[in-house]
């Protein structure tokens, strides 16, 4: 039995776009537990498959990890699939749209959440089965959907993962083999599965689903945030993660720093530890017969998070600079003098991206079920630049019941953020997602327009303002070749770099590190000149 693994996270219709350096963590997860199953399997990305459809002859299954904005892509690969005799196995965050993408494109199987438990049970006890596309006897494997006759069968949601399978897995480290410019890509490393925050939106969601003011989500036991008795999904209202992955369960040092060795043995450059909430690494820990269900207490496990970053910092690529890691998220509530001291020693100069929503702390706590508030996030952002950090700010508009007087504060604060020493906001539109709090509510924008445009104005303003300190700097950048033109991606991350003066390079190399000057900016990205050509790729 042949597996192949196509990677088309964040491939929306299938055409290539600058911001493709990102690698996440699942495919490479999925591929790595299918070759700790004995099967022979292969990584490769959407464009590769696309290019080279011949190779599917080689495999029976194939896997594909998307997102739900990547439909068009995926219908895309789909058709191609059709026409070879193979299982068509479909997984990621599109998985939760499994009726419509069963009902609509040719796919056999789809994973639903997390998808080690599936996979384990489908590649042991089920592996004839799945070659044989006999889907009756899988009804009793949790989180799959599949056709039978004219219905969609959905078996139910799966258990959460161990903490225990997961630090067991090892995860695809063949990076070089699998994904072109694999010296310039972000690779994602899983350090945290799930999320602490188990509030919830204080509010009537229509469909029976009113919350009455129990407060069970806010219970100083722990466990009993778990469970809503009007079943108003835990997190914040736009988010499924609480509910489809689980409070965090932490992996330990040894799996995570061993991922990372493999993938700098393979040409990995650039690593980034993947979290909701990177303070919330091991932080179950420290409440040891509870489950972690508290965004903002205890406090972060200081402990074991220097533990970590020492521990990767004594990599002797990272060490030396040449290997640059950094981290994802945080929540601005775990963010204090000593955790950004810790932070600051180990991965200064990096970005760090921090979830405010709106300037309305009232309005977060309790129609998004988040409590961080304003104060949290600016005194986060000063801390962390003090250290040498440089924090990214997220926003979202047209979220249920944002009101005009939500958009006001939220306009009003922006020039303060920048202040305190943001670097860049990045302003996302609700989108509703399936099994969230909000998943029946469209986006509200049409009775905002105005103060919409005005954040919208205001955000660029700034960012582009933030984007002037960059003019005339040089810096390092990994050059990468694409259809004639030259996208370069800031070694220690930020904006894109569309490079001007391609001549320098030489004919034959896919990309260079180089040492750029940035000679002009824009809202989003910036221009910059090769100064310098420190080494080629080819
Ligand atoms: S969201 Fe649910 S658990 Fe929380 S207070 Fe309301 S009814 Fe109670």
Redesign the pocket.
């Known amino acids: 039995m042949r597996a192949l693994v196509i990677d088309a996270l964040a491939r929306a219709s299938g055409k290539r776009y600058a911001t493709f350096d990102v690698v996440g963590v699942g495919p490479r997860l999925v591929a790595g537990l299918l070759i700790q199953l004995g099967i022979k399997t292969d990584l490769k990305t959407y464009e590769h498959v696309m290019e080279n459809e011949e190779m599917i002859d080689n495999y029976d299954i194939v896997l594909i990890s998307a997102m739900s904005s990547d439909r068009e892509a995926v219908s895309k690969l789909a058709g191609k699939l059709s026409r070879y005799n193979v299982v068509k196995i479909l997984g990621g965050p599109i998985g939760l749209e499994f009726y419509e993408l069963l009902a609509s494109m040719d796919i056999d199987l789809v994973i639903i959440g997390e998808a080690e438990n599936q996979l384990i049970r489908l590649f042991t006890e089920f592996k004839k089965d799945v070659i044989s596309k006999d889907f009756n006897a899988l009804s009793e494997v949790k989180g799959l959907a599949y056709k039978a006759g004219n219905k969609i069968v959905f078996t139910g949601f799966s258990k959460y993962v161990s903490k225990d399978l997961l630090n067991k897995i090892k995860p695809y480290t063949l990076v070089d083999k699998s994904y072109e410019f694999y010296w310039a890509r972000r690779f994602y490393v899983e350090v945290v599965r799930g999320c602490s925050n188990f509030?919830?939106?204080?509010l009537d969601l229509g469909f029976g689903r009113k919350?009455?003011?129990?407060?069970?989500?806010?219970s100083p036991k722990l466990h009993e945030r778990l469970w809503?008795?009007?079943l108003?999904m835990p997190g914040c209202g736009f988010c499924s993660v609480p509910f489809l992955f689980g409070p965090p369960r932490s992996r330990n040092v040894h799996a995570i720093v061993n991922e990372v060795r493999e993938l700098i043995r393979h040409g990995a450059r650039r690593i980034v530890l993947s979290a909701p909430d990177f303070l919330d690494y091991a932080r179950e820990t420290l409440v040891p017969n509870e489950l972690l269900t508290d965004p903002c207490y205890p406090r972060p496990n200081y402990h074991a998070i220097e533990y970590l970053l020492k521990k990767l910092h004594e990599i002797p690529e990272v060490y030396s600079g040449e290997v640059k890691i950094f981290i994802e998220n945080i929540k601005a509530c775990l963010v204090d003098e000593k955790i950004a001291e810790i932070l600051g020693q180990y991965i200064k100069g990096t970005t760090i991206h921090i979830g405010l929503e709106t300037a309305s702390d009232k309005y977060n706590e309790t129609v998004i079920?988040k409590p961080i508030t304003l104060e949290h996030v600016v005194r986060a952002v000063e801390l962390l630049t003090k250290y040498g950090l440089r924090p990214y700010v997220y926003l979202i508009y047209g979220l249920p019941y944002m009101d005009a007087k939500v958009y006001r504060k939220t306009i009003k604060t922006i020039p303060l953020l920048y202040e305190k020493g943001v670097e860049k906001i990045t302003l996302y539109k609700f989108s509703p997602l399936p099994l969230t709090s909000f998943e029946f509510f469209k986006p509200q924008v049409s009775k905002y327009t105005s103060l919409i445009k005005k954040l919208k104005n205001v955000i660029i303003k700034h960012n582009l303002e933030a984007k002037k300190k960059l003019l005339g700097k040089t810096m390092k950048v990994y050059v990468v070749k694409v259809n004639h033109k030259l996208y370069g991606y800031p070694e220690e991350h930020g904006p894109v770099v569309f490079v001007k003066n391609d001549n320098r390079l030489p004919k034959d190399a896919k990309g260079a590190l180089c040492k750029i000057v940035v000679t002009d900016i824009r809202p989003r990205y910036v221009y910059g000149n090769i100064l310098e050509i420190i080494e080629v790729f080819k």
Do not use: A, D, Q
């Open positions: 509030r919830r939106p204080l919350c009455i003011k129990c407060l069970r989500c806010s809503c008795p009007r108003i079920g």
